[in-house]
């Protein structure tokens, strides 16, 4: 199956700091999704990027996809308290319709006041 | 409200015993997925469905078994036969295609003692 590489698995930052997760792919990938989990929670859709070197923006959160189409970023402008979490990338499986994705290991960040 | 239910959120069992983890979805989704999840590890595919009494293996589906009688359930068995059963379970869904995104339910906290 396919494989997606996400760094780091950990971050701290103190709050107002700014943070990044990248994920990256040896293949060329149709779309990447970023998903955000809450401690104790459950994985929820961020977003999805397909087109090569799409950016998209959510308030404070700045997604983008490579123009190679291989690697992807979620940046956070100004983290706060309620940024707290882990943000997993994934990908599709390419050779299926039905869909299912392949998961990075997550970025997990904190945040201190 | 549409959703995806999973139940219970804990669940404990002696280990040797086989446990039925319980997911439904009011969606109309033709895909379901389990997940499993370990600390500091991604989501990893168990077991996944496309249709009414089919599904696929996902990447770790050694002692676990699963069943697909109905559009709206697909409740996982986790047998004696897994050898490492305390974990995070998460059950998706999703319309069927590349570019959709998964649906998660709530979680169940699975400890085998």
């Known amino acids: 199956g396919q494989q997606v590489m996400q760094i780091p698995q950990y971050q701290h930052v103190q709050e107002g700091e700014d943070f990044t997760t990248y994920c990256n792919s040896s293949?060329?990938?149709?779309?990447i999704q970023w998903y955000k989990q809450r401690p104790g929670g459950h994985p929820v859709f961020l977003i999805q990027?397909?087109?090569?070197?799409e950016v998209k923006k959510q308030k404070r959160l700045t997604f983008q996809f490579g123009e190679a189409k291989k690697n992807s970023s979620l940046h956070i402008t100004a983290t706060q308290t309620t940024d707290v979490g882990t943000y997993f990338c994934?990908?599709?499986?390419?050779?299926?319709?039905?869909?299912?994705?392949?998961f990075g290991r997550g970025t997990q960040l904190t945040v201190w006041p | 409200d549409g959703g995806i239910t999973q139940s219970p959120k804990y669940l404990f069992r002696k280990e040797g015993q086989n446990v039925t983890l319980s997911c439904e979805q009011n969606?109309?989704?033709?895909?379901m997925y389990w997940y499993r999840q370990d600390p500091g590890q991604g989501l990893r595919l168990i077991y996944y469905?496309?249709?009414?009494?089919?599904?696929q293996k996902g990447d770790i589906a050694e002692g676990y078994s699963v069943s697909r009688e109905k559009k709206e359930s697909f409740p996982l068995t986790v047998t004696s036969a897994q050898k490492n059963p305390t974990a995070f379970y998460l059950c998706?869904?999703?319309?069927?295609?590349?570019?959709?995104?998964?649906?998660f339910g709530q979680g169940t906290r699975l400890t085998v003692v």
């Open positions: 469905s496309q249709i009414v009494n089919d599904f």
């Open positions: 293949t060329t990938l149709s779309n």
């Open positions: 994934a990908l599709a499986d390419r050779g299926s319709t039905l869909g299912r994705l392949y």
């Open positions: 969606l109309n989704h033709d895909a």
């Open positions: 998706a869904s999703s319309i069927t295609g590349v570019n959709t995104e998964a649906f």
């Open positions: 990027l397909v087109k090569s070197g």
